[in-house]
């Protein structure tokens, strides 16, 4: 089986979301599966240099291909117009596509190459579809679809969706879809052999409530701030970890920071800005409880990453994994109001047993459902049966 994955990048500043990719293709080709990856050498929105990679030549690792394409032109909209014409050229090689991306140009343009080619593809939306994220742009997202997207959702073999819940709520623009609900998977690196406590020099006995995602008005930051600072204004005791940013708005990152310079967290916060690697995974094991009361999540990359470093969560109801988190016992659900943040955090601080009880929960459900391994297996299967329903 010869499987083409393409994404307009695969950079880190794009999040866990596109470097899924890389985490997918090295699961299938360790199940055998013959893996090339289509991407750009996108760096980010606001100035960065591209990413220093080879150009239209494969760059092998953990048993796939990248190909890597100059974004050009349109460079901030990650477009690449010879990674179409590559695709054009050798699209036929291949038995399937999966594109990860909607409203992308070059997503968009890769779905309909490989729609006029016969192609069978599949087609992520990466939480484009849910009503929330269409509110944004809408006119321009609805005269975008009526133009292009449309066809593409139409015409794809699969639709890929991360959880239930984003299925459910998704806006397929009037076409009917075959839907594929098959969630992401993590792998955390080595963690770093300093702790993250005693370097920055935090008590062992003080709670580590760590909110790492992109700053982004999504993520409920305007929930959580006010929830933390009802609690600080009760005199919990507690250290805010702040881990992320968002060079692509960095006016909202900067509005953040100040927000909690002025306020009763000044003393009980650190920022961490990102951070990856070894780092990231100390802190998601070190971590009491890991916060994202985000308005709305397809699935939340992050969420997983915290549960398989064994650490209980508190989300929102609108982050799309809720029932999961909700029936394994892995961490606690709130409303996406203030109140019911600052209830929910109070009960989850409230007991330190029940903590490592959830933690332990959430591990052993991210390694039984969350695992790449696993998730390859499903994805293999989801491809034959579409090459054998072609």
Not at 50 to 71: A, H, M, N, T, W
Not at 135 to 151: C, F, G, M, P
Request: aromatic share 8%; hydrophobic share 40%; charged share 20%.
């Amino acid at each position: 089986m010869r499987i083409l994955q393409i994404v307009p990048s695969i950079a880190l500043i794009y999040g866990g979301p596109s470097q899924m990719v890389m985490g997918l293709s090295a699961a299938l080709a360790a199940e055998g599966v013959e893996v090339t990856v289509l991407t750009t050498d996108s760096n980010g929105d606001m100035g960065q240099p591209p990413l220093d990679v080879p150009l239209e030549s494969p760059v092998k690792q953990d048993g796939y291909e990248i190909y890597y394409f100059r974004c050009s032109p349109f460079r901030r909209y990650k477009f690449s117009l010879n990674l179409l014409r590559w695709l054009a050229k050798y699209g036929h090689r291949y038995d399937l596509v999966h594109i990860h991306a909607l409203f992308s140009p070059v997503s968009t343009a890769a779905a309909t190459v490989a729609r006029h080619q016969n192609l069978p593809y599949i087609l992520r939306p990466l939480g484009t579809l849910d009503p929330a994220d269409l509110q944004k742009k809408r006119r321009i997202k609805n005269l975008y679809a009526a133009l292009l997207e449309r066809s593409n959702l139409a015409g794809a073999a699969a639709i890929h969706f991360t959880s239930d819940q984003e299925a459910k709520v998704s806006d397929r623009f009037g076409t009917l879809t075959h839907d594929l609900v098959i969630p992401l998977g993590v792998t955390l690196p080595k963690p770093a052999e300093q702790s993250f406590r005693s370097r920055v020099g935090i008590p062992s006995d003080r709670p580590l409530l760590l909110f790492m995602s992109r700053i982004d008005p999504k993520k409920g930051l305007d929930l959580l701030i006010p929830a933390l600072e009802n609690l600080a204004n009760e005199g919990r005791s507690f250290q805010f970890i702040l881990a992320g940013a968002n060079p692509q708005d960095q006016a909202y990152e900067a509005k953040i920071r100040d927000q909690i310079q002025s306020s009763v967290l000044h003393d009980s916060t650190t920022l961490t800005g990102f951070i990856s690697g070894g780092e990231k995974t100390t802190l998601l094991q070190e971590a009491d409880l890991f916060i994202l009361p985000s308005y709305y999540e397809n699935f939340g990359i992050a969420v997983a990453e915290a549960m398989a470093a064994g650490t209980p969560v508190v989300i929102s109801d609108q982050v799309h994994i809720w029932q999961d988190i909700t029936q394994s016992q892995s961490g606690w659900v709130s409303a996406c109001t203030i109140e019911s943040l600052t209830e929910t955090l109070r009960l989850a601080l409230s007991n330190r047993a029940e903590q490592q009880r959830r933690g332990l929960n959430a591990q052993t459900h991210a390694q039984k459902f969350y695992s790449w391994s696993a998730i390859a297996q499903q994805m293999i299967e989801a491809y034959s049966q579409i090459l054998r329903d072609d």
